[in-house]
Nanobody, 113 residues
């Protein structure tokens, strides 16, 4: 059964960086459309970034130029490098396999002002 496990969240100051990781234990990510979403309490789960099997990427306007999605096929892992973090980036971040329609359990990111 496919499973996504995120890690790398934590507490960071404004302007700092974090790298989130998502390991897919059930499928080869090189053939999958993978994405990151985020959700604040009481809010919708919003798109952050995606990476297609051909390596093309898309980003939400709010994170363009600051966040980078990438993948390591050998490790079957998708990453989200987050730089120049702002307090409004504070959310739970979720990994998503868009082909299999499965979510990870989420990882908390908190940016202090």
């Amino acid at each position: 059964q496919a499973q996504l496990v995120e890690s790398g969240g934590g507490l960071v100051q404004t302007g700092g960086s974090l790298r989130l990781s998502c390991v897919d234990s059930g499928s080869r990510i090189s053939t999958q459309y993978m994405a990151w979403y985020r959700q604040a309490p009481g809010s919708h789960r919003d798109f952050v970034a995606s990476i297609a099997p051909d390596g093309s990427t898309r980003y939400a306007d709010s994170v363009k130029g600051r966040f980078t999605i990438s993948r390591d096929n050998a490790k079957n892992t998708v990453y989200l490098q987050m730089n120049s973090l702002k307090p409004e980036d504070t959310n739970i971040y979720y990994c998503r396999n868009l082909d299999l329609l499965i979510w990870g359990q989420g990882t908390q990111v908190t940016v202090s002002s």
